[in-house]
Every structure is written in structure tokens, then in C-alpha cells.
């Protein structure tokens, strides 16, 4: 079964500083993977996503990630936080719903953002 | 495009009653999801639905139902509530396709059981 892997629960950092958010994942097949952010009280917005090909991807709000398939990781990075990245973020891997064609999220737990000004 | 929409934000329910949780997209998406959050947990899938007139369960669907009447909406029922489904929910949807698609999440709807 997928299963995805946040160890950090909490991170702070000072604003200006850089950022990195790890997740590991366990899935049989090719990943499909996905960072999503919330902010409180708000849906989860994508920042970025891999499907195929680079193994670093751009996203939104100038987040990246990069894939380490030996590695079985996907961590975020940002080199220069702002204050409004204060959120919460979720690493996902895609896995087959039975032998459909639908997807479905399986979530880590979140890492919480705290940034100092 | 207003995206995935989700009403109510919030809501009360006794133990034992009934309320529906609305969701409508407009991304003429033809799948859609349901899924719950728990505090300090990541989402988990209870219902999906690949079109207008089929659903099916999820991960954790007991206490739940859904129905897909047409393509815009996914309303998810709650028959008689109990205090494990506070929670917060939330509707998402995507454009299915041959490979991976990707999913777009409504702003969530909070439900406290007491």
C-alpha cells in the first residue's frame, strides 16, 4: 500500500531564510506526486507537481521540489521565505483506486510553517 | 470560474442527525471526490464519483453516502451523525484523462458532532 512520510511536524524559520520540507514516499509503481498548501481556515491549493521528466520541478510562490527516486523522496525548497508562507503544507502520491482509471490522494500528515520576522 | 465550492463552512450537528454537505464545480471536471481531514492528519478519501451516475467508496465511507446526478454536483450525506465524523471536509475535483490528473480542492466544510 502507498503510504507518504512527513517527519517534520513543525518547522520555523526567519523570514529571508531558505527552506526545505522533506517527504518520503512508499508506492509499487511510477509516482505521481503533488505539494499542496493550506492556509488556515482555506482549502488546499497546489503549489507544484511531478509527473515525468525533470526531476526538479518549479511551482507557484517560487517553490520547487526535487525527485530522488533512490531515494523515494520529494522534498520542497524555497530559497528566500516570505511571511505569508506561514501554512501548513502536504506531500501526496496518486495511486490507483482499484483497477480503475481514478486517482486518489494519499496524504502525509502536514508539516506546520511557523516564520519569524 | 469559481472552481470547487463547498457549503456550509461550518456546522453543528447533534449525535444522531442528518445533514448534507454540497459541493459544485464548475470546471465541467468529471471526477470528483470527497475526502476527511482529522486534526494532525492528512486527508483521507471517503466517496469518489468518475461521472454523472456512478460513485464509489473510498478509504473510510461508513456513515456516509453520495449520490452524482449531474456532472457539476457531489453532495455527500451524513445520516445520523456520531461525534467520529467531526471533522473537516473536503470536496475536490479533477479532468480524468489517460495519465495523472490533477485534483482541485473546495475551501472545506467544518463539522463539530455533539
Known amino acids: 500500500a502507498q503510504s507518504v512520510t512527513q517527519p517534520d511536524i513543525h518547522i520555523t524559520v526567519s523570514e529571508g531564510a531558505s527552506l526545505e520540507l522533506r517527504c518520503n514516499y512508499s508506492?509499487?509503481?511510477?509516482?505521481?506526486l503533488f505539494w499542496y498548501v493550506q492556509s488556515p481556515g482555506q482549502g488546499l491549493q497546489l503549489l507544484l507537481k511531478y509527473f515525468s521528466g525533470d526531476t526538479l520541478v518549479q511551482g507557484i510562490k517560487g517553490f520547487e521540489a526535487e525527485f530522488k527516486r533512490s531515494q523515494s523522496s520529494f522534498n520542497l525548497r524555497k530559497p528566500s521565505v516570505h511571511w505569508s508562507d506561514a501554512a501548513e503544507y502536504f506531500c501526496a502520491v496518486a495511486s490507483r483506486i482499484s483497477s480503475g482509471s481514478a486517482r486518489q490522494l494519499t496524504f502525509g500528515s502536514g508539516t506546520q510553517l511557523t516564520v519569524l520576522p | 470560474n469559481a472552481g470547487v465550492t463547498q457549503t456550509p463552512k461550518f456546522r453543528i450537528l447533534k449525535i444522531g442527525q442528518s445533514m448534507t454537505l454540497q459541493c459544485a464545480q464548475d470546471?465541467?471536471?468529471?471526477?470528483m471526490y470527497w475526502y476527511r481531514q482529522d486534526p494532525g492528519m492528512g486527508l483521507k478519501l471517503i466517496y469518489y464519483s468518475v461521472g454523472a451516475g456512478i460513485t464509489d467508496k473510498g478509504e473510510v465511507p461508513n456513515g456516509y453516502n453520495v449520490s452524482r446526478s449531474t456532472t457539476e454536483d457531489f453532495p455527500l450525506r451524513l445520516e445520523l451523525a456520531a461525534p467520529s465524523q467531526t471533522s473537516v471536509y473536503f470536496c475536490a475535483s479533477s479532468y480524468s484523462r489517460v495519465g495523472p490528473d490533477t485534483q482541485y480542492f473546495g475551501p472545506g466544510t467544518r463539522l463539530t458532532v455533539l
Open positions: 470546471m465541467n471536471h468529471n471526477y
Open positions: 508506492y509499487g509503481a511510477t509516482p505521481y
